[in-house]
């Protein structure tokens, strides 16, 4: 069939084959299906929808576009997590270390950051030396002799997917759950781990606005999941603000390891216990409450930290920073944002006021950050971002700060005005 008469079934509501997938995916990774081509497609598939089967197929075709990653060498069940993302979504700094103190191996591959949400590699790499760039073979033997790491998504692995989340984002088909579900479960199948774990984010600082998307997102990547073999479960978490209280790089680094030493900002703590735990199950190590219960165990005796500090080391990280925070690079300004008057923070809007200043305005002057347009990431500089002093509901006066900005003088100046301009 031609590529025009499979946008033409499409836009009519029709079902595609696993065949017909094959020759529209297939075909856009050759070049034989042209951007045009596959953006028209793209559009009838976010005005008609797919089946929950024509879906888990698509994500199939997508994941074997690329390299399917064999972890049988790593012994045991191995147990990925992935998150939809947020603003100051740091969990995988905390919950990896905690499920592997437990005995699950963690062969985890992560990526940079999207829009206004950030990327675990940019906040590991913020650990002078740390290498996120690991050969399979380093990788395995890695999680073999400590039972962790978490390196960069190998440039193979469904390479489709990079291609059509490139023109998804061009064309307005970004917000489109078959192809949402099919983009992320396509690189976890891909990955190779026996089960998974989705943190679906709900929220202003998430892709997933409401409840009711992520909800709908969840269910159909369970499903893809489950049709393809893997134990897969989802929890909706809330991103209407940001997660804990600091937001950048390196200032999400040190506020996990805060986490791990016991101390870390509650909200944070919860979320990362909750996930932590689930995780567990998933590993057959207990029922929820025993798995909670580890996971709190491993934080309180220190060996969760203690991992944390071993996986670093291994990818050449200098751990002192995870101890001594003032080892870690220093911003070139910083600014206390004050309140103007007494009052009540009642909502943080986390993309609005937070996420349109660490992504939407990235330019270089703006504190050291660049888009790379070829693979739609963003990379930050390790030092910028803010850290936040009041949380929802507290009480401030006109003497109080409400949040420090880090960052170059230039990138404060944008920030201010970027503040002011909100008013």
Request: proline letters at 2%; one cysteine or more; hydrophobic letters at 40%.
């Amino acid at each position: 069939m031609r590529v025009y008469d499979l946008i033409a079934k499409k836009r009519d509501g029709g079902t595609h084959s696993r065949e017909e997938l094959e020759q529209i995916v297939n075909g856009y990774v050759s070049g034989e299906v042209t951007d045009y081509q596959m953006a028209a497609w793209m559009m009838a598939v976010y005005l008609r929808g797919m089946t929950d089967e024509e879906t888990a197929e698509l994500t199939d075709v997508m994941a074997h576009s690329g390299v399917m990653v064999d972890l049988s060498p790593i012994p045991g069940i191995k147990v990925d997590k992935h998150s939809t993302g947020g603003v100051g979504d740091k969990t995988t700094l905390v919950i990896a270390p905690i499920v592997a103190a437990c005995g699950v191996k963690i062969a985890k591959m992560s990526g940079r950051g999207l829009g206004h949400t950030g990327g675990t590699i940019d906040k590991m790499e913020s650990v002078p030396g740390t290498k996120t760039a690991l050969s399979q073979e380093e990788f395995f033997a890695q999680v073999n002799k400590i039972g962790l790491s978490v390196i960069g998504q190998s440039e193979g692995i469904a390479v489709a997917d990079k291609k059509m989340y490139a023109l998804r984002d061009v064309t307005a088909t970004v917000s489109c759950i078959p192809l949402i579900a099919s983009s992320i479960m396509s690189k976890k199948l891909a990955s190779g781990s026996d089960a998974i774990l989705l943190d679906v984010t709900t929220g202003t600082g998430a892709f997933m606005k409401t409840v009711e998307q992520s909800i709908e997102l969840a269910k159909l990547m369970v499903s893809i999941g489950t049709h393809h073999g893997r134990r897969v479960a989802a929890m909706i978490t809330d991103m209407d603000t940001p997660l804990g209280h600091n937001i950048g790089n390196s200032l999400e680094v040190m506020e996990s390891m805060d986490v791990l030493k016991g101390h870390g900002p509650a909200d944070l703590t919860e979320v990362c216990l909750q996930l932590a735990a689930n995780m567990l199950v998933l590993a057959d190590k207990g029922s929820p409450a025993e798995c909670r219960a580890m996971a709190e165990a491993v934080i309180a005796d220190g060996s969760a930290f203690a991992k944390c500090k071993e996986m670093f080391a291994a990818q050449g990280g200098d751990t002192r920073v995870l101890d001594d925070y003032s080892l870690f690079e220093k911003p070139a300004a910083s600014y206390e944002l004050l309140a103007e008057e007494d009052g009540y923070i009642v909502a943080n809007d986390a993309e609005k006021n937070v996420g349109s200043w660490l992504a939407s305005l990235a330019t270089e002057a703006f504190a050291g950050n660049v888009w790379n347009i070829g693979t739609w990431e963003f990379q930050s500089a390790p030092w910028a971002g803010m850290s936040f002093h009041t949380a929802g509901h507290n009480r401030y006066t006109g003497t109080t700060t409400g949040a420090t900005l880090a960052g170059t003088t230039n990138y404060l100046r944008i920030a201010q005005e970027a503040y002011a301009n909100a008013q």
